[in-house]
């Protein structure tokens, strides 16, 4: 049975949103502050969590960084379901890789549809995750070493610069398809967001904090070039350390 974790201070709100999963058919609990989280997901590690981003003892959007920041929970789906509107609390808590974003009230079915969805789009990662795991963790392109399993990149001198989950998700993307122009929908669904509308600009938004990491000069990138009215191009090749000679490998 799937578990979720409702994190909500409002203990009429929990109460309702346990009772109505669990009526769905998930082995629902909640919490009501962001103290005893962490120790909480460590003992008893969910398959999916919902934050509230107004929560006791931290706020929403710590838990979320922290989450994220943990190997264990770096991938685990998290729903933020939260009565702040605001559209930079949207930005800032999908930046910090938040799968989703609902607003309340909202009604039991939409959460109900983005949980099943999300659980849906980890299945398909761990699909992927299988056969990316039969490749070389480390991946050369550029001036540049890609860590996998670190989510981060290391420059010729030993300088890392770790990725957030959706920088991670854009940068393996780019690097399966080096040299192939990509369209913006193929790179919204590489990220976990297939949803997203035509017009949607967070993908932009991805791809400058990505050229920050990746290029010596961010304002004429030389790596992550844009094509106009189609998507982006990793313009470079990509090669597996373990198939480097000893004086190309970038030591990790």
């Known amino acids: 049975m799937t578990k979720v974790l409702v994190i ?3 203990i009429d709100s929990q109460r ?10 998930f082995d629902a609990s909640g919490l009501a502050g962001a103290e005893r989280a962490l120790e909480r997901i460590e003992q008893d590690p969910p398959d999916l969590v919902t934050i509230d981003l107004l929560l006791p003892g931290g706020s929403g959007q710590e838990l979320l960084s922290e989450l994220r920041a943990r190997r264990h929970t770096r991938t685990t789906p998290i729903i933020v379901v939260t009565g702040v509107t605001d559209r930079t609390a949207f930005r800032s808590c999908m930046e910090l890789g938040a799968d989703d974003f609902i607003t309340k009230p909202f009604d039991l079915n939409e959460l109900i549809a983005a949980i099943h969805a999300q ?3 980890r299945s398909w990662l761990r699909d992927a995750e299988e056969v990316r795991d039969e490749a070389s963790p480390m991946l050369a392109f550029g001036n540049l ?4 399993e ?5 420059t010729k001198d030993g300088h890392r610069r770790v990725l957030t989950v959706s920088e991670a998700r854009l940068m393996r ?8 122009v990509l369209g913006r929908e193929a790179l919204l669904q590489a990220i976990g967001r297939p949803e997203a509308a035509p017009e949607d600009r967070s993908i932009d938004v991805l791809v400058g904090r990505l050229r920050r990491k990746v290029e010596s000069d961010p304002r004429s990138p030389k790596l992550i070039q ?9 313009s470079c090749d990509v090669h597996p350390v373990n198939e480097l000679t000893s004086g190309q490998a970038i030591s990790a």
Do not use: A, M, W
């Open 173 to 180: 993307f780019l690097l399966e398809n080096p040299n192939r």
């Open 16 to 25: 309702g949103l346990v009772r109505g999963l669990r009526f769905e058919g």
């Open 226 to 234: 844009t094509v106009r009215s189609i998507g982006y191009v990793l």
């Open 8 to 10: 909500e201070d409002d």
């Open 145 to 148: 070493t890609y860590d996998q």
């Open 150 to 154: 670190r989510r981060c990149l290391v």
């Open 119 to 121: 659980l849906r789009k």
